[in-house]
């Protein structure tokens, strides 16, 4: 299966039932092995597919804990297996969906792989797992071209799974061992797979009829190797014995999965959650949050991206060193002269009276003098010159008079002048750069100058970005009344280039709730940091900030600051990255729409963010303080950013405002070179007062 093929397909799990013979408590979330069932088959089931939905008809908070969507049946109470594959595939918009069922926790690691090599080199329209002749109906892969026909067989009042596979053209995918499809339906059951006891016995099901299509791909894999990596093991052979004691498979399987040695949970970015970062904040207000409390909420939250590359120095321009560059070398690497002019000893000269040397020789950049100047000598030196054995000073060539090899100099020179010492600028063995170091021309410069050729720098940060709200139209599309051109993706495209990230333009995203998922899911998959426009405005009806809640840990804010007030932070999750099992996730930032309010937001809070991530330490533009030429309205309780110009009147550094302050009126940053920070609690601004000013251009 490949990459591509893996993200065609949605994984379900099916939570649906009523527990009866668990006396009603929820199955899914009964505690197994140090955690839920359901915690058990979502960690074996995330690394398989690109996404995860959860089909359960009650408890839906406990359910949220994965951030992925929570469906209930569209039908009936509780009406059995076949409605939650109905409610799964009507919210899935990938062409396939695989359904598990919550209390089946030792299902194998390729269990989708091999489903799907089934279905795709046969014509069925679903595979079912079977172990022999035993099949295991809630195991499925169906193209998701077969909602309507299981709709029109629900209102026919099917509902027996069997039943509905029996009018479909259908592929069994045979497994070697029933105990990876061992479910947990009683106390009993439950107690002896907890403590690897004998099963009660098991009441069959019937077999079902299936067509002669032929068990594709059904050979079995091997997949102890990866069931060793989990536990740290050595594997045994898969074993093919049906049901009795848990079986080796299963009881290897789940001596991983207890806190501490999960695979999942380790490789998990971080833990805290924004609410545990949030409790931290005196006096936290979401909706009256002051500038400065957001930029500490994110940056408690936000941690630097791992990874790096070794890479030739100018190749390293715009990039964040990983580690500190110890100098191998002294710069200069010898003392040396400054001038043109005659190297001397400095135990020649005289305070009081001129004097007068010989010179003996020349030593010149790159060729050095090799005699050994005695009293009353001196060398004739170039700019750069390594100094003469002895020598300690440069008196240069205006201040000379000379006659012949005979050179006189004026009393009083100093001892020392215009001498550069070894190591002045770069001292061997201590660093030369910090890790964190943004590579700028002047860094290249000095790599250079200490004969590396390679740096070590932090894997460029990768973020997505997309616009939100329907009313929106690319470049290039007509206009129709009511419509607007989307420029926000233009100047986070902008921002972003400048900031040096990889960027994924992810275009406009209509706002529709299986859009909104497949992009937020896709950037989460795809990025470290996902940054969207629009559609998180208080009163906003639409899906943008449902969608955010349902699949991430994210806030809503109403920030005390003009323009910008609303917008989300936190992280979506993307469950089953590339590589395995780990679970990605990508930080959120949900800016406003318009035009002015995302720029501002992006230079005052996501700019820092993402500098944070790259592993910069020097997160804030400075300020700088001018007089305003002009008065400035302001309420104190809010900060203001205000587009400015920055000019010199009268031989002094001034600032006006741009025209119209309207948060939708790009022109107004146009016109800008800065931004007029009126800060929180200040008030009106009067003619000559000293306000802050950020510089904006050649940043963020
Ligand atoms: P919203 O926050 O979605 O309510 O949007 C606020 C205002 O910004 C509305 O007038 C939107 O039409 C406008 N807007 C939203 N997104 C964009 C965009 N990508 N480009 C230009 N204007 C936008
Ligand atoms: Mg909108």
């Not at 100058?449 to 329907?470: C, N, P, Q, Y």
């Not at 910069?616 to 001018?626: A, G, I, T």
């Not at 939708?664 to 800065?674: K, P, T, V, W, Y």
Request: proline letters at 7%; charged letters at 20%.
């Amino acid at each position: 299966m490949t990459p591509a093929q893996k993200e065609s397909i949605t994984g379900l799990i099916l939570a649906g039932g009523r527990s009866s013979r668990m006396a009603g408590r929820d199955k899914a979330l009964i505690q197994f092995k140090h955690k839920r069932l359901i915690d058990h088959v979502y960690e074996r089931l995330a690394p398989q597919v690109a996404g995860v939905i959860i089909n359960a008809n009650q408890n839906h908070e406990q359910y949220k804990s994965f951030g992925v969507r929570v469906v209930s049946d569209a039908i009936g109470d509780f009406a059995g297996p076949l409605a939650g594959l109905h409610a799964g595939l009507s919210v899935s918009r990938r062409p396939y969906l695989i359904s598990v069922p919550c209390d089946s926790p030792f299902f194998p690691a390729d269990l989708v792989e091999r489903m799907f090599d089934a279905l795709q080199s046969s014509s069925a329209q679903i595979a079912v797992v079977a172990t022999g002749d035993q099949p295991h109906p809630v195991f499925s892969l169906v193209r998701r071209t077969v909602l309507d026909h299981l709709s029109d067989f629900l209102k026919g009042g099917g509902r027996k799974i069997d039943a509905w596979y029996d009018t479909l053209k259908q592929v069994q995918v045979n497994f070697s061992d029933e105990a990876w499809f061992g479910n947990i339906n009683t106390p009993e059951e439950l107690e002896a797979y907890e403590k690897g006891l004998p099963l009660p016995p098991k009441q069959h099901k019937p077999r079902f009829k299936r067509e002669s299509v032929p068990p594709a791909a059904a050979v079995p894999t091997e997949h102890g190797a990866f069931l060793d990596t989990l536990i740290g093991g050595t594997a045994a052979p898969a074993s093919s014995t049906s049901s009795g004691a848990a079986s080796e498979p299963a009881r290897r399987a789940m001596a991983g999965a207890h806190p501490g040695s999960s695979h999942v949970v380790a490789q998990l970015p971080h833990t805290a959650s924004l609410e545990a970062v949030v409790s931290c904040i005196d006096g936290y207000d979401p909706n009256a949050l002051p500038v400065s409390q957001v930029n500490q909420v994110i940056r408690a939250f936000v941690k630097p991206v791992q990874g790096y590359e070794q890479v030739a120095i100018r190749a390293a321009l715009g990039r964040v060193l990983a580690e500190d560059v110890i100098s191998p070398i002294n710069v200069p690497a010898h003392d040396n002269s400054a001038m043109d002019g005659w190297a001397l000893r400095s135990s020649d000269l005289d305070p009081a009276k001129p004097v007068t040397l010989t010179e003996i020789g020349a030593a010149l950049a790159g060729r050095e003098f090799s005699g050994r100047p005695g009293p009353g000598e001196c060398v004739r030196v170039t700019t750069g010159a390594v100094m003469p054995y002895g020598c300690d000073t440069v008196i240069p060539l205006e201040l000379v008079q000379t006659d012949g090899k005979r050179i006189t100099l004026p009393p009083g020179q100093e001892a020392g002048a215009n001498r550069r010492l070894a190591g002045e600028d770069l001292q061997k063995g201590k660093p030369a750069l910090a890790a964190g170091a943004l590579m700028r021309p002047t860094e290249l410069g000095l790599m250079a100058s200490l004969g590396i050729a390679e740096v070590k720098v932090r894997r460029r940060l990768r973020v997505a970005f997309f616009s939100t709200g329907d009313e929106l139209r690319s470049v290039g599309e007509p206009l129709a009344e009511g419509q607007v051109y989307d420029s926000n993706r233009y100047t986070i495209f902008g921002m972003l280039t400048r900031l040096g990230v990889e960027i994924i333009d992810m275009g406009v995203v209509r706002d529709d709730p299986v859009a909104l998922e497949s992009a937020f899911r896709l950037a989460a998959a795809e990025a470290d940091a996902v940054i969207t426009s629009g559609g998180v405005s208080v009163g906003e009806a639409d899906y943008t900030k449902r969608m955010m809640k349902e699949l991430g840990d994210v806030v809503f804010w109403r920030i005390a600051m003009r323009p910008g007030r609303p917008m989300a932070f936190g992280r979506i999750a993307a469950p089953g990255g590339p590589g395995g099992a780990a679970e990605r996730s990508a930080y959120l930032f949900g800016l406003p729409g318009n035009p002015v309010a995302v720029m501002v937001t992006f230079y005052h809070f996501v700019r820092g963010a993402l500098l944070h991530m790259m592993g910069r330490p020097d997160l804030d533009l400075p300020l700088l303080q001018v007089k305003s030429q002009e008065a400035m309205r302001k309420k104190p309780g809010r900060t203001e950013y205000q587009r400015g110009i920055l000019e010199k009147r009268e031989g002094e550094m001034t600032v006006r405002i741009t025209g119209s302050q309207g948060s939708g009126i790009l022109r107004s940053m146009s016109e800008a070179n800065c931004f007029v920070v009126l800060r929180h609690d200040q008030g009106s601004v009067k003619p000559g007062d000293l306000v802050d000013v950020m510089v904006m251009d050649g940043y963020a």
